[in-house]
T-cell receptor, first 113, second 117 residues
Framework: GNSVTQMEGPVTLSEEAFLTINCTYT??????LFWYVQYPGEGLQLLLK?????DKGSNKGFEATYRKETTSFHLEKGSVQVSDSAVYFC????????????FGAGTTVTVRA | GAGVSQSPSNKVTEKGKDVELRCDPI?????LYWYRQRLGQGLEFLIY????????KSGLPSDRFSAERTGESVSTLTIQRTQQEDSAVYLC???????????????FGSGTRLTVV
């Protein structure tokens, strides 16, 4: 079946620190990969996506590269801000049922001023 | 509306009672989804509606769970004879289309936090 494993949190950082959240997946075929973010009190929002191998998704200073050889999609940001404090979810959809998202457990990130 | 609206935002119920959770999708979105998030876990897919039909209800955990959608709009998720393991955040999402929805983006609601005591 399809599954996503992401690093456990919580993660606490100081402003301007480098953030990495690891994500690996198991899927048949070539899934699409996503990072979703949930800010306090808000709904899940799509942060970035990649639909094929070696694609790089980017948004709001965050980046993730679809690595088929390592089945990974790690999220990175070079300099975090307090406003980046949120829960981050890695997710995938298989090609066959691409309306259905499989999520990781989420990583809570807290950025201190 | 401007976003996906869910009600109530919080619900505490006694074990054995029935509950109804409501989702108002974005106007014009033909596809609607329910997910469940248990504490410390990722979201689990429950059911997918295309229009008023549910071509995929494979994620409903038991026959105590049911959902319907009317007018290609509002959806209700009903849990009968609630159990403590039903405690979770129930999230609704909608999208303009079903197929390829994830690639073009769901819009999620803020969820209903259900606590069964």
């Amino acid at each position: 079946g399809n599954s996503v494993t992401q690093m456990e949190g919580p993660v606490t950082l100081s402003e301007e620190a480098f953030l990495t959240i690891n994500c690996t997946y198991t899927a048949t075929g070539y899934p699409s990969l996503f990072w979703y973010v949930q800010y306090p009190g808000e709904g899940l929002q799509l942060l970035l996506k990649a639909t094929k191998a070696d694609d790089k998704g980017s948004n709001k200073g965050f980046e993730a590269t679809y690595r088929k050889e390592t089945t990974s999609f790690h999220l990175e940001k070079g300099s975090v801000q307090v406003s980046d404090s949120a829960v981050y979810f890695c997710a995938l959809t298989p090609r066959s049922n691409d309306y259905k998202l499989s999520f990781g457990a989420g990583t809570t990130v807290t950025v201190r001023a | 509306g401007a976003g996906v609206s869910q009600s109530p935002s919080n619900k505490v119920t006694e074990k054995g009672k029935d509950v109804e959770l409501r989702c108002d999708p974005i106007s014009g979105h033909t596809a609607l989804y329910w997910y469940r998030q248990r504490l410390g876990q990722g979201l689990e897919f429950l059911i997918y509606f295309q229009g008023n039909s549910a071509p995929d209800k494979s994620g409903l955990p038991s026959d105590r769970f049911s959902a319907e959608r009317t007018g290609e709009s509002v959806s209700t998720l009903t849990i009968q004879r609630t159990q403590q393991e039903d405690s979770a955040v129930y999230l609704c999402a909608s999208s303009l289309h079903g197929p390829m929805a994830a690639n073009y983006g769901y819009t999620f609601g803020s969820g209903t936090r259900l606590t069964v005591v």
